[in-house]
């Protein structure tokens, strides 16, 4: 399979501990995306990097939020002292580089938090 | 107000129908526009893109209005599987690769 994969699908934690979540994008794409998701909401944008470099944090992305993307190709998303107001559904996705605006971004399954 | 805007619904409509769905964005510097569909507990995978000349694929036709900043989806002939989330996309930010995605449009097609 050479989508978009995410580690774990599903993780379920105590407030206050940290977790920590992958996104492994397509191997020829340059941009990467980290939205979440609650029922019934549209993805929101957290978080943009276009190779290794993040170029644009969502107001979303307190403090306890941080995203890197090391060597350009898989991205971390951490989430420190966790609240149960983070319980979501975080996606990841990744596009195409260059000049190309009007490219396709492909989501992976997502991993869905639980925080209790 | 949210950088892209769309009726929530739900579109109940009965398979045949013509249903349409609009939908806003605030930032008049957007570069580019999609329409995705997002299946129940699935990821959201691209329907079609959104061009200014307007742009039709099979049943289902996108159009621009770069004045009005508006954009819209209308279905045609709607199957039993058309059922889904449709969620309105939008380019902006430097260099456009910002993607913003509205809240969805929920649509069921009922036998």
């Known amino acids: 399979d050479t989508g978009v994969s995410q580690d774990p699908r599903h993780k379920i934690t105590k407030r206050g501990q940290n977790v920590t979540f992958r996104c492994d994008p397509i191997s020829e794409h340059n941009r990467l995306y980290w939205y979440r998701q609650t029922l019934g909401q549209g993805p929101e944008f957290l978080t943009y990097f276009q190779n290794e470099a993040q170029l644009e944090k969502s107001r979303l992305l307190s403090d306890r939020f941080s995203a890197e993307r090391p060597k350009g190709s898989f991205s971390t998303l951490e989430i420190q002292r966790t609240e149960q107001g983070d319980s979501a559904m975080y996606l990841c996705?990744?596009?195409?580089?260059?000049?190309?605006?009007?490219?396709?971004?492909?989501f992976g399954q997502g991993t869905r938090l639980t925080v209790v | 107000r949210k950088e892209v805007e769309q009726d929530p619904g739900p579109f109940n409509v009965p398979e045949g129908a013509t249903v349409a769905f609009n939908c806003t964005y605030s930032n008049s510097a957007s570069q580019s526009f999609f329409w995705y569909r997002q299946d129940c507990r699935k990821e959201p995978k691209l329907l079609m893109s959104v061009y200014s000349s307007g742009n039709e694929d099979g049943r289902f036709t996108a159009q621009l209005n770069r004045a009005s900043q508006y954009i819209s989806l209308l279905i045609r002939d709607s199957k039993l599987s058309d059922s889904a989330t449709y969620l309105c996309v939008v380019n902006q930010g430097t260099g456009g690769f910002k993607t913003i995605f509205g809240a969805g449009t929920r649509l069921f097609v009922k036998a």
């Open positions: 996705a990744s596009s195409q580089g260059g000049d190309q605006r009007n490219t396709e971004a492909f």
